[in-house]
């Protein structure tokens, strides 16, 4: 079986047979290049602007938002509206991620209350916080750096793209005239950015 070359030293250090037979001990890491990295990560809250709009009895509305941001780790949604005062319509709300994945869904009558939910896309204990180390071999691109980065925090990229907020409105079973409800949408999702930098190693 094939062992990577920065695994065959141990933890404390490594020897070397000279010439006359004498051994002496050397740092393990001065072998094989290792270098400190620091990975940081920070996260940051998004106000997505407001929308209103009418609804009639029975009938369904999109609210539609783009977003470009990547590691998203969830999303509040806010539902209001304005109904009739007889024969109020239940109203479901679901949110839909690009992919037409039902993240939420809730159904309620009484729009002054409204309807309030909380998509979790990335639970809690799968976002990274604060700043952790990791150690690579060192390479004149940092590629080694980059790799190990990506590969141990990857890119969500599943949150990127239209996220649909559907509203649709239920009529009672003896509807009064009109029936139309004015509601307010109001969006916000938090995520987090990840970046790396290489630490001075002690003594150099």
């Keep these: 079986m094939a062992v990577r070359a920065n695994l065959i030293v141990g933890a404390i250090g490594a020897v ?14 001065s ?8 990975a940081r990560f920070e996260a940051r809250d998004v106000h997505l602007p407001e929308r209103a ?10 609210e539609v938002h783009d977003v470009a941001t990547a590691n998203v780790t969830h999303v509040d949604l806010d539902v209001t509206w304005r109904e009739p005062a007889l024969n ?15 993240r939420a869904e809730q159904s309620h009558t009484g729009g ?9 896309i990335i639970e809690t204990g ?23 980065f990506e590969t141990r925090w990857p890119t969500h990229d599943e949150s990127r793209g239209n996220w649909t907020i559907e509203i649709r409105s239920t009529a009672p079973d ?3 005239p009109g029936g139309s409800i004015t509601y307010n949408v109001r969006v916000e999702y938090s995520y987090y950015t990840g970046s790396f930098a290489r630490l001075p190693e002690p003594g150099r």
């Design 53 to 62: 709009g009418t609804l009639a009895a029975g009938g369904t509305r999109n």
């Design 174 to 176: 003896n509807p009064a």
């Design 112 to 120: 002054s209350t409204g309807i309030h939910l909380r998509a979790i």
């Design 88 to 102: 109020a319509p239940e109203v479901t709300v679901r949110l839909l991620d690009p992919s037409r994945r039902v």
């Design 31 to 38: 072998l094989v290049g290792l270098e400190t990295w620091e």
């Design 126 to 148: 799968d976002v990274p916080t604060g700043s952790q180390t990791y150690r690579v071999r060192n390479d004149p691109q940092d590629l080694h750096a980059r790799t190990a």
């Design 16 to 29: 070397l047979a000279l010439g006359s037979g004498s051994i002496i001990a050397v740092n393990w890491e």
